[in-house]
């Protein structure tokens, strides 16, 4: 599995075909699952952050935990909230079984803090999840030599498995940050075969800043 990166003027980015509407049908299902990894007693509950569907009905959840002591500086500095550094998902199959993935990437901390969105109204994590065809799972997550410089962030894209395989690691480029949640946006496309579109905001070599636009194949 590697990521392909094609770049994109602005004429020609418009070609990538971006589903905005879809006929989604509803059901009504109970569904109980119990957490097996996070140890009995804790103060810190886990909470989902993040819930995606795969074209087959596998659904992709996002599970933290809040770091009980607040260890983490970088968050401090941000003024957000430091989360236990561990990645979680689990993959729900239609059939009720759930693999649980529980990973340490060994990544920049600024990775495993929670933050205000640029509008106040909800929290936000720099770690995003996609479920990209058959089994496999892309994370973004971001490396910076200065958390206090919104132009010295880096975003990257890993991909595994559902057997918790790193299949690539691969650096996105440069992006801007403000508050230390990127600019980017992931699209996947409607054929999940055909890969994603990421766009960011970032900054050239006087200053400025310019909308980058990328797509990648799968």
């Known amino acids: 599995m590697k990521l392909t990166n094609f770049f994109y003027n602005a004429v020609t980015q418009y070609l990538f075909l971006i589903s905005f509407w ?3 049908k509803t059901t009504k299902s109970v569904f109980t699952y119990t957490e097996s990894k996070f140890g009995i007693g804790s103060p810190q ?12 009905n596998t659904i992709l959840v996002r599970v933290i935990r809040f ?4 260890t983490n500086n970088d968050c401090l500095t941000l003024n957000g909230s430091s989360l236990e550094q561990t990645l979680r998902i689990r993959v729900i199959r239609s059939n009720g079984k759930t693999i649980e993935i529980n990973r340490d990437l060994n990544i920049h901390p600024i990775n495993y803090c929670l933050f205000n969105d640029i509008g106040n109204t909800s ?3 720099p770690n995003k999840i996609y479920p990209l ?22 975003e990257w894209g890993i991909v595994i498995d559902w057997n918790d395989t790193i299949r690539s690691n691969t650096s996105f480029g ?3 940050v403000i508050d230390g949640l990127s600019t980017s946006k992931i ?3 409607t054929d999940d075969n055909l890969g994603f579109l990421r766009s960011t905001l970032a900054v050239d070599g006087n200053s400025d800043v310019f909308l980058k636009w990328q797509q990648y194949s799968v």
Not at 45 to 52: A, L, N, S
Not at 67 to 70: A, G
């Open 67 to 70: 770091d009980s002591i607040q």
């Open 187 to 189: 699209q996947l496309n």
């Open 123 to 125: 929290k936000v994590n």
């Open 174 to 176: 440069t992006t801007l």
């Open 133 to 154: 065809r058959n089994s496999f799972i892309l994370i973004t997550y971001m490396t910076t030599t200065n958390v206090s410089d919104i132009s010295a962030y880096e």
């Open 22 to 24: 879809s006929l989604i």
């Open 45 to 56: 509950k886990p909470f989902v952050t993040d819930i995606k569907i795969y074209e087959d």
